[in-house]
């Protein structure tokens, strides 16, 4: 699980914007690009071409229950 502290200061690669942490906090989410970060034994992978692409039913699902950073 992502600590509340540097969940606020993580912001997507591609466009500096909050994220949030999804899936039981297995990902972090940009919904503004859709695409998802995963995050591997605690630490999140934000590269910009590991990250994949989300459909519209994983968005929906994912701004439903996301909690977001704060923002910058």
């Given at each position: 699980?992502?600590d ?53 039913d ?15």
């Amino acid at each position: 699980m992502i600590d509340d502290a540097l969940l606020e200061i993580l912001v997507c690669p591609a466009d500096r914007g909050p994220l949030l942490l999804v899936d039981d906090g297995r990902e972090l989410y940009n919904p503004r690009l859709r695409r998802a970060y995963r995050i591997e034994d605690g630490i999140p992978v934000l590269l910009v071409d590991e990250a994949r692409d989300v459909d519209d039913d994983e968005h929906g699902r994912f701004t439903g229950q996301g909690r977001p950073a704060a923002p910058q």
